[in-house]
């Protein structure tokens, strides 16, 4: 079974800190995606990257970076953390070279409250 | 990236078939086309995934017309369980840099 694991499941952080959301999977994906979804706003992509150290921007970079120094792991960071950036942030992985027919999976999600 | 376009919510009752249509006028020739579906407090798991004319398995069937700039989830004899959001993606899935974009969703309500 493939798994994508996020670290944290439930976080609370300050205004201004820096956080740190990691994603691991385990099934040699090379594109792994970093999403946050708010109520009645679907599923927003923030950064994906197919590749080791590559990484590509989604529809809302803004406040964002992102890590990806091995195959297995990427991480989104939140340099600065604000109000507006409490949400539920998904990381999800894929395997799309070559194969047809192959599927995108997901973590649990981890739920990220600013205070 | 080809963009779609589902309904925002549906209701059906336990029992009942569900169609749900999603539109994709600017699909490419390499494009695939994938739905998903997610629970609450939870991420999208796949259901399905078709290039033409009908693809079928355990949990649902996918219609494709010729032209496909359109598709059909087919959820047949729905439960209460299958109250969920599903979405429609559309792109090329052998492409390194395919986005994944999601769009709104539908979000299917079963009633008892």
């Known amino acids: 079974d493939v798994k994508v694991t996020q670290s944290s499941r439930y976080l609370v952080k300050r205004t201004g800190e820096k956080v740190f959301l990691e994603c691991v999977q385990d099934?040699?994906?090379?594109?792994m995606f970093w999403y946050r979804q708010d109520p009645g706003l679907g599923l927003r992509l923030i950064y994906f990257?197919?590749?080791?150290?590559?990484?590509e921007k989604g529809d809302i970079p803004e406040g964002y970076s992102v890590s990806r120094e091995k195959k297995e792991r990427f991480s989104l960071i939140l340099e600065s953390a604000s109000t507006n950036q409490t949400s539920m942030y998904l990381c999800?992985?894929?395997?799309?070279?070559?194969?047809?027919?192959?599927?995108?999976?997901f973590g649990e999600g981890s739920w990220l409250t600013v205070v | 990236l080809a963009k779609t376009t589902q309904p925002i919510s549906m209701d059906s009752y336990e029992g009942q078939e569900v169609n749900i249509t999603c539109s994709h006028n600017?699909?490419?020739?390499?494009?695939?086309i994938t739905w998903y579906q997610q629970f609450p407090s939870q991420g999208p798991r796949f259901i399905i995934q078709?290039?033409?004319t009908k693809v079928t398995n355990e949990v649902a069937s996918l219609f494709i017309p010729a032209d496909r700039k359109s598709s059909t989830l087919s959820l047949p004899r729905v439960s209460l369980s299958d109250t969920a959001v599903y979405y429609c993606?559309?792109?090329?899935?052998?492409?390194?840099?395919?986005?994944?974009?999601f769009g709104s969703g539908t979000r299917l309500l079963v009633r008892p």
């Open positions: 993606l559309v792109g090329d899935v052998r492409d390194s840099s395919y986005k994944l974009i």
């Open positions: 999800a992985s894929t395997s799309p070279r070559g194969r047809a027919g192959n599927t995108i999976y």
């Open positions: 099934m040699d994906h090379e594109n």
């Open positions: 990257s197919y590749d080791v150290k590559m990484k």
């Open positions: 078709g290039y033409k």
């Open positions: 600017n699909i490419a020739t390499n494009d695939y």
